[in-house]
């Protein structure tokens, strides 16, 4: 990846104080948030920084209290991205678990943020499972007709490192008539088995027991004949959980129609991709729907599965409980299991009976206000 722009460097431990000195926290507004940015770290920052200027950061770069202005404050600063070193990967590892707020913004060209960011930690990470549970709590409203909390209860595990994802691929001729363009789906024996493997135990670990895996073996006769193969062969080692198979257009089909069919889904990277968000769709919208990038043995990362949503910042009208949810799964990936089933209660009381829409701007409430109420929950 190539980035191109004037920089900006910043020593280590440059924490959020200084992106946003805390005398300007009570102000949500971008633009005032973007006159004051840096100005503890250099004063004279935001008077000579262009748009689409870059700011190389040193170790630790936004260190401190977790705070959603000082992101803001950079953007709205001009400063077009924030180049991290290569150690942060290292320093990363030395935890068990990253939580990862919503990232995005449209200035910024599509793929920057998913192939710097995303998918350069799962991947330096092997965060090779991507775990996306689907439930509909009471008092959600699903678009699905008559469909009840015990209809849409099912855990989607995707591969998270392979596939097309791999960015194995080119062109010839680009920008010409006679352009071709290729990207190859990539799966390797021992991707798919771990893969596998790790559904396979999450099945048996519900009382369901059951596992789909979700392909298109009439189509993609490689890569798919390699997982079904795999998926035969692994399922041999656990009698006590019901397998099936079904092709993603079915999958997707049986979403809608019949969702109570599904327990534990295994699919491939892009296949996952797409029917994790129909599944959040089915289970009230992004506004509720978290993930888990998962390394069993390693640093994991959990989030909300939504995107940023730049048109409401500074508003106080985002559904943070996605971000909460996400929360309590890595609490429960640490161990804390009271602590995460407490999360969860909270936020089903939550959307019982306080919410009146899970939409941004229709919950009755601002995204404080939301939060706050789960928070008191949590505390008793």
């Not at 062109?171 to 991707?191: C, H, N, S, W």
Request: proline share 5%; net charge neutral; with cysteine.
């Amino acid at each position: 990846m190539n980035i191109q722009g004037r920089a900006w460097k910043f020593g280590d431990d440059v924490n959020t104080d200084e992106i946003v000195p805390a005398r300007y926290l009570n102000t949500s507004d971008p633009h005032t948030l973007a006159e004051h940015c840096m100005e503890d770290a250099d004063k004279t920052f935001v008077a000579k920084v262009r748009k689409g200027d870059l700011i190389v950061a040193g170790k630790n770069f936004g260190c401190g209290s977790s705070r959603e202005h000082a992101p803001v404050a950079i953007r709205y600063a001009g400063v077009g991205a924030v180049i991290v070193p290569d150690s942060a990967i290292d320093e990363l590892k030395k935890y068990r678990a990253i939580y990862l707020g919503a990232i995005g913004h449209p200035e910024v060209k599509p793929g920057i943020l998913e192939t710097g960011i995303l998918l350069k930690l799962r991947f330096a990470l092997d965060q090779y499972i991507n775990l996306r549970p689907v439930k509909l709590y009471p008092g959600v409203q699903s678009p699905l007709r008559d469909k009840k909390p015990e209809d849409i209860d099912f855990v989607v595990v995707r591969e998270n490192t392979e596939d097309l994802y791999a960015g194995i691929g080119g062109f010839l001729k680009k920008g010409t008539p006679d352009e071709v363009a290729i990207q190859e789906m990539i799966y390797t024996r021992k991707g798919v088995e771990r893969c596998i493997r790790y559904a396979y135990e999450l099945a048996r670990s519900r009382p369901r027991k059951k596992l789909t895996f979700c392909g298109k073996t009439n189509v993609l006769t490689y890569v798919h004949d390699l997982w079904q193969r795999v998926f035969e062969e692994v399922g041999g080692e656990y009698p006590d959980v019901q397998r099936d198979y079904a092709h993603v257009d079915a999958i997707c089909m049986w979403m809608i129609k019949n969702p109570d069919w599904f327990d534990v889904i295994v699919t491939s990277n892009m296949f996952g991709d797409i029917i994790t968000d129909l599944g959040a769709m089915i289970q009230g919208g992004m506004g509720i729907a978290a993930g888990g990038n998962i390394n069993p043995s390693g640093t994991s990362m959990f989030e909300p599965i939504g995107g940023s949503a730049p048109k409401y910042t500074g508003k106080n009208v985002i559904n943070p409980l996605a971000a909460i949810c996400a929360g309590g799964m890595m609490l429960e990936f640490l161990g804390e299991r009271e602590a995460a089933r407490a999360v969860e209660a909270a936020v089903m009381k939550v959307v019982a009976g306080k919410l009146k829409s899970l939409a941004a701007g229709k919950m009755g409430y601002g995204t404080s206000e939301v939060g706050d109420m789960v928070a008191a929950l949590v505390r008793g």
